[in-house]
Structures are given as structure tokens and as C-alpha cells.
T-cell receptor, first 111, second 115 residues
Framework: AQKVTQAQTEISVVEKEDVTLDCVYETRDTTYYLFWYKQPPSGELVFLIRRNSFDEQNEISGRYSWNFQKSTSSFNFTITASQVVDSAVYFCALRGFKTIFGAGTRLFVKA | EAQVTQNPRYLITVTGKKLTVTCSQNMNHEYMSWYRQDPGLGLRQIYYSMNVEVTDKGDVPEGYKVSRKEKRNFPLILESPSPNQTSLYFC??????????????FGDGTRLSIL
């Protein structure tokens, strides 16, 4: 069975701290795709990044970076120098034709 | 503007009264899907469709029906709603891509309360 685990339910940091959101997945598929989405307090879901199973390159986009490690079935997300606007719920998802989301991590960034 | 449109945005209704939540996309996407979001559970997939007249169950299909008669529309039907279907519902769409590798575009959500 496929599964996505985001063990951190809530994280609270002070502005400018770095924070890492963990995502561990389970799948028997050899080809699969991992995604991160952000849900700000306004409620919409915003796509952040996609990674496929055969590309283990880490990626950096501004203050955001992602670390994909197939050996540990993890796809972690780091925000460097967090800002109040980063406060949101972040979801990790595993996708084939079905999509499995993790339970989400709520991030509070305090000024 | 590229978008996924859900209606209604909010609905309060009573047990057993059939309801339909509509979803429409204007991006010519083949793939459409419905999710429900509940506290502590994240989003769970109800049904998805890979093209017109092709639908399949997600992880929580019980109590729901869908249809895909046109590419742009994917309504969610609750024939006999019950209180445990009170939730926040999202419709999403994407290009089919290669085995699901395309990011999904989400509607703004429908908050459904069933008394």
C-alpha cells in the first residue's frame, strides 16, 4: 500500500529561523512522483515542487530547498530564514494516477 | 484566467437530501479529481478521472458518485448525505502527463455541513 507520513503535526519558529519539514513515503512502484503543496490561511492549495523517482538531485528555489533521498524514502523541505508569510499548512503528496497526501504540517512563523 | 471553479463554496444541508457539487476547469486537462480535507487527515482522494467517461475510485469513495460526460466538468454527487460527510472538498485538475507527473490545480474548496 502507498503511504505518506508527515510526522510533524505543528512546528512553531521565530522569524529568520531555518525549519525543515519531514516527509516519508512508502510505495512499491518503481516510477513515482512526489509533490509539495502549500495551504496558506486563505485556504487555497498552491503547488511548490515536483520530484520524480529517478531524479535525486536536490533543488533550491530562493529560500526553499528540497532534499530527496530514495534510500530513506524521504523528501524533506527546508525553509531558510523563515518569514511570517511562510505560515501555512504544508502537504507532501505521492502521485501515480492515484494521489496520496500526507496529513500535513502546520507551520507557525512568529515575528 | 486558468482556473478550477467549484460551486457552491458553502453549503449547509440535512441528512438524506441529495446534493451535487460542481467542478469545471478551463485548461483542457484530461485528469480531474475530488478530495476531502479533514483535520489531522490531510487530503484524501475520493474519485479521479483520466478522461471523459473514465473514472476510478480513490481511497474514500463510499457514499459518493461522480460522472465525466464532458472534459471540463466533473461533478461530485452525494445521493444520500450523512453527517460523516461534513468536510472541506477540493476539486483538482491536471494534464495526464506521464503516469501522473503533472502538478494539480485546485479549486477554492467547498465547505459542506450535513446536519
Amino acid at each position: 500500500a502507498q503511504k505518506v507520513t508527515q510526522a510533524q503535526t505543528e512546528i512553531s519558529v521565530v522569524e529568520k529561523e531555518d525549519v525543515t519539514l519531514d516527509c516519508v513515503y512508502e510505495t512499491r512502484d518503481t516510477t513515482y512522483y512526489l509533490f509539495w503543496y502549500k495551504q496558506p490561511p486563505s485556504g487555497e492549495l498552491v503547488f511548490l515542487i515536483r520530484r520524480n523517482s529517478f531524479d535525486e538531485q536536490n533543488e533550491i528555489s530562493g529560500r526553499y530547498s528540497w532534499n530527496f533521498q530514495k534510500s530513506t524514502s524521504s523528501f524533506n523541505f527546508t525553509i531558510t530564514a523563515s518569514q511570517v508569510v511562510d505560515s501555512a499548512v504544508y502537504f507532501c503528496a505521492l502521485r501515480g494516477f492515484k494521489t496520496i497526501f500526507g496529513a500535513g504540517t502546520r507551520l507557525f512563523v512568529k515575528a | 484566467e486558468a482556473q478550477v471553479t467549484q460551486n457552491p463554496r458553502y453549503l449547509i444541508t440535512v441528512t438524506g437530501k441529495k446534493l451535487t457539487v460542481t467542478c469545471s476547469q478551463n485548461m483542457n486537462h484530461e485528469y480531474m479529481s475530488w478530495y476531502r480535507q479533514d483535520p489531522g487527515l490531510g487530503l484524501r482522494q475520493i474519485y479521479y478521472s483520466m478522461n471523459v467517461e473514465v473514472t476510478d475510485k480513490g481511497d474514500v469513495p463510499e457514499g459518493y458518485k461522480v460522472s465525466r460526460k464532458e472534459k471540463r466538468n466533473f461533478p461530485l454527487i452525494l445521493e444520500s448525505p450523512s453527517p460523516n460527510q461534513t468536510s472541506l472538498y477540493f476539486c483538482a485538475s491536471s494534464f495526464l502527463g506521464d503516469g501522473g507527473n503533472q502538478p494539480q490545480h485546485f479549486g477554492d474548496g467547498t465547505r459542506l455541513s450535513i446536519l
